[in-house]
Nanobody, 115 residues
Framework: VQLVESGGGLVQHGGSLRLSCAASGFTFSRYGMSWYRQAPGKEREWVAFIAIAGTSTNYADSVKGRFTISRDTANNTVYLEMNSLKPEYTSKYYC?????????WGQGTQVTVSS
């Protein structure tokens, strides 16, 4: 299993970014996918989840209405569209899947929101 995140960067308060996570090494269409984030000195926290085939999505209360998770099964990619970004969203963002009893993580992509 390999997960490779991209799309992070520096953005101003109120700006937008779209993160991507390219998945390989497993049957992507059969597994739910999540995004997490971790700010310096803080624990990693769950952000969003998308079920197989995008049949359902869930979001942390802190990002509801601002973030949208989606998936492209043809390209084995999961996305996180982030709008109205706030400085407190500055974190490293990771995608994740749970397969055969273990969690798999990418290396993360840094998002920095300036005030």
């Amino acid at each position: 299993v390999q997960l490779v995140e991209s799309g992070g960067g520096l953005v101003q308060h109120g700006g937008s970014l779209r993160l991507s996570c390219a998945a390989s090494g497993f049957t992507f269409s059969r597994y739910g996918m999540s995004w997490y984030r971790q700010a310096p000195g803080k624990e990693r926290e769950w952000v969003a989840f998308i079920a197989i085939a995008g049949t359902s999505t869930n979001y942390a209360d802190s990002v509801k209405g601002r973030f949208t998770i989606s998936r492209d099964t043809a390209n084995n990619t999961v996305y996180l569209e982030m709008n109205s970004l706030k400085p407190e969203y500055t974190s490293k963002y990771y995608c994740n899947t749970h397969k055969d009893g273990r969690f798999y993580w990418g290396q993360g992509t840094q998002v920095t929101v300036s005030s």
